[in-house]
């Protein structure tokens, strides 16, 4: 199967996105929470509304390119993910919740309120689960690989 720079781009974009997501989480739970505590109130207040503006603009584009390119690459697609039957479809579903969830979690809640010394559970449950989403990625990429006949 010939893919075109299209393909090329949009792929790019997918993956881009899924960085910038989980690379943004992982700095707010093993950075920005331990530094906060480390600050007075107002400095932290200050540095929290800076983080916040910029995690909500780059969280919106990275959903909005996740969700594209993966729309892209399901049609591209599917016709493979009907190959893999039950299991595959039943991980990719598995996946869009899991990324779905997390996002309405990441967007329902304020970075000051995940900054919260009390809330370091809640903070380690999601970046889990933007690991597990990766996972879940690389696991349906290598069935996919194999379906279509390449090493």
């Known amino acids: 199967m010939a893919y075109g720079i299209i393909f090329v781009i949009l792929r790019w974009i997918h993956i881009g996105s899924a960085a910038l997501i989980v690379g943004g989480l992982a700095l707010i739970v093993l950075s920005a929470g331990p530094v906060r505590s480390l600050m007075d109130n107002n400095d932290a207040t200050a540095v929290i509304r800076k983080i916040e503006l910029r995690f909500r603009f780059v969280l919106a584009v990275a959903v909005l ?19 893999l039957g039950m299991l595959g479809n039943g991980l990719l579903g598995v996946k869009v919740l899991f990324a779905t969830a997390l996002f309405a979690l990441l967007w329902a809640f304020q970075v000051e309120s995940m900054l919260h010394p009390s809330a370091r559970a809640w903070r380690l449950m999601n970046l889990s689960l933007a690991i597990l989403v990766v996972m879940l990625a690389g696991v349906l990429r290598y069935m996919r690989l194999g379906a279509i006949g390449m090493p």
């Open 65 to 83: 390119g996740l969700v594209v390119s993966g729309v892209y690459q399901w049609v591209i697609f599917g016709q493979v993910y009907q190959e």
